[in-house]
């Protein structure tokens, strides 16, 4: 099979294409082709054997997705958009690359189509932040879509959109709604959720983090690997027991940050604690107040979805995938 | 104050501009202006001493929208989209006209707005089909919406991108999702909702009328006067009220087609009932199975919207304001 990934060359992205590379098929059915898109040309996956193709793409120019979809893949990932922050502050560049270019796509597959019959798996990354406050304690599968930035707008609009292209016959569409991650990889970034990872990361390799909250702040997460394991799940999902609801909350971990913080110290001991320094910020916590708790994940659990339930868990999976099994500092 | 009107041709459009004509004034301000546009060039209102111009205008079309908003009018009413019969039918069509149409609309008023200060009043029709089956017996105010048409999901996006632009400050916007409008006065049509309708009018006037549904068939209900009634409202209403969830389902009254048939009876009497024809159409009795029965609208009602509380109240409506108070046949 033909697998196209749109954003492979994200965090996410190349994580999802070692481990499709790795697993050598998806649902029984032996990977013969990659296609690896991304704004920048991503790297080629080590160790696969088919034939790949590496490129880059703008999936917000005119044009852009036909050219992908010409060679007719039988999975697609799309994975690539801006991130909220950059969608709040740039909102043309927002609606261009989050909105249009999930358009284009939809449309350059179902053109494909009406030219020779085609309807391939399509994986949409959607985002929690489709929701948005006030929410109950815990956000139920059927809770109401009232996203309040420009992001969890756009990715709202991406699921209507997928769930009618979907329902007409022209894709098979499933869409994730993703857990913040955690411990993302990687060095500090300024996005104000990084935090949720920073107090784990770098104390993880001998070095300090900032907490800008106070402990008791709840939040919603998953890691890494079980993002990937959502993605490639997806892809093989009986799709017709999502009726044209296509969208899913993926499961995840609710977690205060006193709780990652003793899972930390379980894990890697005070030495590792003492590295946290309290530093508050008030924009941070103001915005951190408007984000989700908890959810149930009833739905998406009864499809098969899994997630780790502590996070003792989510600090191990850190060490093997990111540290080589070792602590460090 | 200067009022643009989208879709002044339709039924909806003709009656506003006259309720607007005869108040003389929205929320205290003068109507010093009307422009009227549609895909057809609507008729010019009788008694109006201000300035009106009317033309034919294709918001889908590139430009349109800017032209529209070039003179900066203070309310815009948005009652353009095609139907749903139609956007099911012709895909490309409904996406254009009631999706990108919408969004070149608020793009214009955007970018005016860059140029100078400018955020106009939107009141833009969306429709209960934002909703889709399975329901509980009564949808309430915060019931998520799951389209299950094309026309549909573009009334939710539009509703999603109605609440971004307003919470980003481009525009000021409320969306109201209508009832199904009866009595729809005029001729027959090829509307699947049409019979709700065709078998109250049609034996007002003498004629006959076929039931293609059981009496036990329930509905969710407005008089167009009521509709216009919440159009009126929503130019004048505080938004501060509304937060950033923009769009309202508005109050009705949920009614059987036995309860119908029952209002018409004490109204118009045994003969007019008799002209009332059951011929079962499986179609149709598919279809209405997926509609919303009820709905509780304690928001709207809370913001002063209101709606009539019995058929008997509707049918009178209708020959108040279409049959000069006299029962025809």
């Known amino acids: 099979m033909h697998i196209l990934i749109i954003g492979a060359a994200g965090m996410v992205g190349r994580k999802l294409t070692s481990a499709l590379v790795a697993a050598g098929e998806v649902g029984g059915n032996p990977i013969g082709r990659l296609t690896l898109a991304d704004v920048v040309v991503p790297s080629a996956p080590a160790g696969f054997t088919g034939k790949v193709e590496t490129l880059a793409s703008d999936l917000s120019a005119p044009g852009a997705a036909a050219a992908l979809v010409a060679s007719r893949p039988d999975l697609i990932y799309h994975l690539a958009a801006i991130v909220s922050g950059e969608a709040e502050a740039d909102f ?21 189509g009406m030219r020779e ?3 391939p798996r399509l994986v949409f990354t959607s985002s929690i932040a489709v929701f948005g406050a006030p929410y109950p304690e815990v956000i139920e599968d059927e809770f109401f879509t009232t996203p309040l930035t420009s992001y969890g707008t756009q990715k709202a609009i991406c699921e209507l959109l997928l769930n009618d292209y979907s329902r007409k016959g022209f894709v098979d569409g499933v869409g994730i709604r993703l857990p913040t991650i955690s ?51 997806a892809a093989e999902l009986d799709t017709s027991l999502l009726g044209w609801r296509r969208s899913l ?16 110290r379980r894990v890697a001991g005070d030495k590792a604690v003492a590295l946290i320094k309290d530093v508050p910020d008030a924009r941070i916590i103001s915005m951190v107040d408007g984000w ?7 739905r998406a659990e009864s499809l098969g979805f899994r997630a780790e339930k502590t996070f003792d868990e989510i600090i191990r999976i850190h060490i093997e995938d990111e540290l080589n099994g070792k602590i460090g500092g």
Chains 1, 2 share one sequence.
């Open 249 to 264: 909350s993926a499961p995840g971990l609710s977690a205060t940050v006193g709780e990652e913080i003793e899972a930390l």
């Open 117 to 119: 019959a085609y309807k």
């Open 92 to 112: 043309e560049k927002g609606y261009r690359i989050n909105l249009d270019g999930m358009r284009y796509l939809l449309e350059a597959i179902r053109l494909e």
């Open 183 to 233: 411990i993302r990889p990687g060095k500090p970034n300024a996005a104000a959720s990084g935090f949720f990872s920073n107090i784990l990361r770098e104390p993880l390799s001998g070095l300090e983090a900032v907490l800008p909250v106070s402990k008791d702040v709840r939040h919603w997460f998953a890691s890494p690997r079980a993002a990937i394991g959502f993605l490639m799940h």
């Open 292 to 298: 989700p708790k908890n959810f149930s994940t009833k």
